[in-house]
């Protein structure tokens, strides 16, 4: 069975039973706002976190997170230097549903704000038998790495409390994965390195084709939050 068909039916049973509890259960008493910190694979960010049930809560949230990295390496005698820039991150809109007072299932959406650039050029020359290539004509590589759908739906499940109960503060850990679709690969190139980015040559369709089972981004997220107010 495909993974977003996986994914989808989890999140319309997670409805199903939240719907059947709202219906046995309809204590709307004592509804709660407060604010939540969080720090996770996808970032680093936070939550407004509304508690509209004793067993329900919605969460809208922002988080980012964005390195940069540079590295070296060797192809066929040649010396390249490369950079990483690498982004990833959410805005998302997630609700909550407690099974048990510690234990709660989250399912929503995000804008998935998943970016990756690797580009590099070469710093040495070619010896090809008598003739030297420079660095320069060697030329120059880009790769860029997006999803393919930038609005992902999420699934997971946590422990803890993503708003305390009796307490002003709550701590969760979560996880769970954001389905984005197989990775969007597009590949550029100068010079001699030409070819890897020429569409009859087809090396992008066989870069994509070797990661189009990533279609999930997995996500590990710890939360600290504060209840500013009950009402």
């Given at each position: 069975m495909k993974p977003y068909?996986?994914?989808?039916?989890?999140?319309?049973?997670?409805?199903?039973?939240?719907?059947?509890?709202?219906a046995q259960n309809n204590d709307f008493s004592g509804k709660e706002i407060g604010l939540a910190l969080k720090a996770s694979t996808n970032?680093?960010?936070?939550?407004?976190?509304?508690?509209?049930?004793?067993?329900?809560?919605?969460?809208l949230g922002y988080e980012?997170?964005?390195?940069?990295?540079?590295?070296?390496?060797?192809?066929?005698?040649?010396?390249?230097?490369?950079?990483t820039d690498y982004k990833t991150g959410s805005l998302s809109l997630l609700f909550d549903y407690h099974l048990a007072k510690h234990v709660f299932l989250t399912a929503g959406v995000g804008y998935n704000m998943f970016h990756g650039v690797v580009d590099g050029k070469a710093t040495s020359d070619l010896e090809y038998g008598d003739i030297m290539i420079s660095k320069d004509k060697i030329?120059?590589?880009?790769?860029?790495?997006?999803?393919?759908?930038k609005i992902?739906?999420?699934?997971?499940?946590?422990?803890?409390?993503t708003l305390g109960l009796a307490k002003r503060v709550g701590f969760a850990i979560e996880i769970?994965?954001?389905?984005?679709?197989?990775?969007d690969l597009t590949i550029t190139s100068t010079g001699l390195l030409s070819p890897t980015s020429?569409?009859?040559?087809?090396?992008?369709?066989?870069?994509?084709?070797?990661?189009?089972?990533?279609?999930?981004?997995?996500?590990?997220?710890?939360?600290?939050?504060?209840?500013?107010?009950?009402f």
């Open positions: 068909v996986v994914l989808i039916s989890s999140i319309f049973f997670m409805f199903f039973v939240s719907l059947n509890c709202w970032g680093f960010g936070g939550d407004v976190v509304f508690n509209f049930h004793k067993r329900m809560d919605v969460r980012q997170l964005h390195f940069k990295t540079t590295f070296s390496f060797s192809e066929k005698s040649v010396e390249y230097d490369a950079d030329g120059t590589f880009e790769f860029q790495i997006d999803p393919s759908m992902s739906p999420y699934l997971g499940i946590g422990f803890g409390r769970g994965g954001y389905y984005q679709g197989s990775p020429n569409p009859d040559q087809q090396q992008e369709a066989r870069l994509e084709k070797q990661v189009s089972q990533y279609t999930v981004y997995p996500v590990m997220k710890f939360s600290l939050s504060y209840k500013l107010a009950k």
